[in-house]
């Protein structure tokens, strides 16, 4: 029988690593560096994968890298792909049906995001209690991969509580302080205008970004335990007298960076 697109990416990365992981691992915006504390890693560059398409921001590299953080097998997707590069929804999403496939039971997503809630400051962390998908599209959309999950799979409760309340201790412990809230997911790469971000702020959404939302669909799909975090990087559009900046993004990423850093890893570390 043919192999599936999915069977094959999984052999070439069994020709890499032999390392099983439990925890997968998307690196978003400024926390890429996690995947270098990764130990015994096996680097696997998607552009030595099938199916896989070199990815075009810059501060993303583009590899999984999969071996052990905290006592757990994990893989990090150090580099994601965005639908604005001109992937489509299912090739955004297409890697965490890989990760799946590689064994991985949880699933903990990171972003950069703008804040829309009027109580948020840039360098908040917020927890994704749940999402709004604005992208126009779903990566489910074709035909149905029944041994992935069902054609109309449930998405209530798709942040799994159990993860936020263990997120929520974590911080607490670590003296971090966290934010709840509702991502919601639009194309970009164009930033918002101020009477969206005002639309977007009626509908309940609390963050705006332009990522994560496929991801998640896929891996509620695939039943898989979804935690979700975003880093508040600037105030969304009209907000502030000024206009937004990719620089802005990157720099409050970094700014954040080191206890967005001890939060995931003392997350992975009491899954
Ligand atoms: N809007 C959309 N995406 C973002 C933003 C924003 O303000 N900040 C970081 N990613």
Do not use: W
Request: glycine share 10%; with cysteine; hydrophobic share 40%.
């Amino acid at each position: 029988m043919e192999m599936s697109h999915i069977e094959e990416v999984l052999e070439a990365i069994g020709r890499k690593t032999k390392q099983i992981p439990e925890i997968g691992l998307i690196l978003g915006s400024g926390l890429g560096d996690l995947a270098e504390e990764i130990t015994s890693a096996d680097r696997v560059p998607y552009q030595s994968l099938p199916y896989f398409p070199e990815p075009t921001v810059k501060g993303h590299k583009g590899q999984f890298v999969i071996g052990g953080l905290e006592g757990k097998s994990v893989i990090a997707m150090q580099g994601r792909y965005h639908h604005y590069e001109g992937y489509s929804l299912k090739q955004v999403a297409f890697p965490v049906e890989v990760m799946k496939g590689l064994g991985i039971r949880t699933l903990i997503v990171t972003n950069a995001a703008g804040g829309i809630n009027l109580n948020y400051s840039p360098g908040d962390l917020m927890l994704i209690h749940d999402h709004i998908n604005m992208l126009g599209g779903s990566p489910l959309i074709g035909p149905n991969d029944d041994l992935i999950g069902p054609r109309f799979p449930d998405m209530s409760a798709s942040y799994d509580p159990s993860l936020i309340d263990l997120a929520k201790k974590e911080a607490d412990q670590l003296s971090v302080k966290i934010r709840e809230g509702v991502y919601l997911a639009t194309p970009g790469p164009q930033y918002e205008t101020p009477a969206e971000i005002r639309m977007m702020r009626v509908m309940g959404a609390d963050a705006v970004g332009m990522s994560t939302v496929p991801e998640v669909i896929a891996a509620r799909h695939g039943r898989l335990q979804v935690l979700g975090i975003s880093c508040i990087t600037n105030m969304a559009s009209g907000i502030l007298d000024q206009p937004l900046s990719h620089t802005e993004v990157m720099e409050t990423a970094d700014r954040v960076k080191e206890n967005f850093t001890r939060l995931v890893k003392g997350i992975v570390k009491n899954i």
